[in-house]
């Protein structure tokens, strides 16, 4: 029969297994996550168009487990992007790196946006300006005819 000491012996172990392998399950619930992160930030160099995470060829699996090992390695997710761009060039990145003759691709988005709005803008002034111009010379043509109307028929009153 057991006696108390060895039924909190047992009961300590099985917290402590149940404790580490939930820990453990989490650590690779992280893990995985982190590698599903890093595959869609790279594009297969295979296909084209086509992400590491999104490729069903086995040579991406083959990447993905390859990513997942350098993970529980202790790799961090710059020095397994690093590994794939050296090994397969910057076309390999999903987005390219802020860096360099790079930043065009960064920040002409938005300079585009801003002249595209300054665009827009100086059109509608000139629209607005030429409706106005429009409109007070129709006022004045029509003014003026109306008045010579009525002196007309005032002078035919006379």
Known sequence: ???RNSLLAIGFLFLLVAVSTGAAQAQGGDLEKEAREIAKS????VCQGL???ECPLQVCEDWRNLIRQKLSAGETREEIIQYFVDQYGEQVLNA??????N???WILPFLALGAGGIWVA???RNLVKRRQEAAESTTEAGLEEYLQQVEKELEGWK
Do not use: D, H, K, S
């Open 51 to 53: 992400t590491l995470y």
């Open 42 to 45: 790279l594009n297969c160099p």
């Open 1 to 3: 029969m057991l006696n």
């Open 96 to 101: 390219p790196r802020p860096q360099g003759f």
């Open 122 to 124: 100086l059109i509608l």
């Open 103 to 105: 930043w065009l691709v």
